[in-house]
T-cell receptor, first 111, second 114 residues
Framework: GEDVEQSLFLSVREGDSSVINCTYT??????LYWYKQEPGAGLQLLTY?????DMKQDQRLTVLLNKKDKHLSLRIADTQTGDSAIYFC???????????FGSGTRLSIRP | EAQVTQNPRYLITVTGKKLTVTCSQN?????MSWYRQDPGLGLRQIYY???????DKGDVPEGYKVSRKEKRNFPLILESPSPNQTSLYFC?????????????FGPGTRLTVT
């Protein structure tokens, strides 16, 4: 079945860029998403990219999609302490009826 | 305020004692879904509903039931909870089940089954 994989942890220095990577298996995915979960809270949609796009930029966030390699990344420029959270990659499956989530990457910020 | 609410937020119960976690949304969304979140496993979908009276199994439906009698409510029922159902549960809703419609998540219900 479809699968979405991410590394579990990432630590970056405040002010540096963070790059969170994700791979997925469903080649017919239509939309790919990045969600953010802050401690004790539910998930919030950060950004999404349609499968026919290569890149999407939204302020400090840049999403890159390599459809050939089924690789999605989220770059956060000038990482701040408020960016500490778990980031989930997700894809909408080919039947379009559900979203499949990765295991989440916990981003921690060093001073 | 547009939101998804869940109750209770925290629950400790014993094996075999039936429980219901309620979920309600005030956005007139058609699509609703239940997930469980476990360390290292991310979110796994339990059940989803494309509209009233339409429910389908997700990836991990065993031991759970749902109903969708009204558009706004989507309760999750554990008829006979077991310790392996100890988890953090999230309800979510979106305008529709297809397209890029954002899923709005509730605050979560932390369930412990002893």
């Amino acid at each position: 079945g479809e699968d979405v994989e991410q590394s579990l942890f990432l630590s970056v220095r405040e002010g540096d860029s963070s790059v969170i990577n994700c791979t997925y298996t469903d080649s017919s995915s239509t939309y790919l998403y990045w969600y953010k979960q802050e401690p004790g809270a539910g998930l919030q949609l950060l950004t999404y990219i349609f499968s026919n796009m290569d890149m999407k930029q939204d302020q400090r966030l840049t999403v890159l999609l390599n459809k050939k390699d089924k690789h999605l990344s989220l770059r956060i420029a000038d990482t701040q302490t408020g960016d500490s959270a778990i980031y989930f990659c997700a894809e909408r499956d080919s039947s379009a009826s559900k979203i499949i989530f990765g295991s989440g990457t916990r981003l921690s910020i060093r001073p | 305020e547009a939101q998804v609410t869940q109750n209770p937020r925290y629950l400790i119960t014993v094996t075999g004692k039936k429980l219901t976690v309620t979920c309600s949304q005030n956005m007139n969304h058609e699509y609703m879904s239940w997930y469980r979140q476990d360390p290292g496993l991310g979110l796994r979908q339990i059940y989803y509903s494309m509209n009233v009276e339409v429910t389908d199994k997700g990836d991990v439906p065993e031991g759970y039931k749902v109903s969708r009698k009204e558009k706004r409510n989507f309760p999750l029922i554990l008829e006979s909870p077991s310790p392996n159902q100890t988890s953090l549960y999230f309800c979510a809703s979106s305008l529709a089940g297809q397209g890029t419609y954002e899923q709005y998540f509730g605050p979560g219900t932390r369930l412990t089954v002893t």
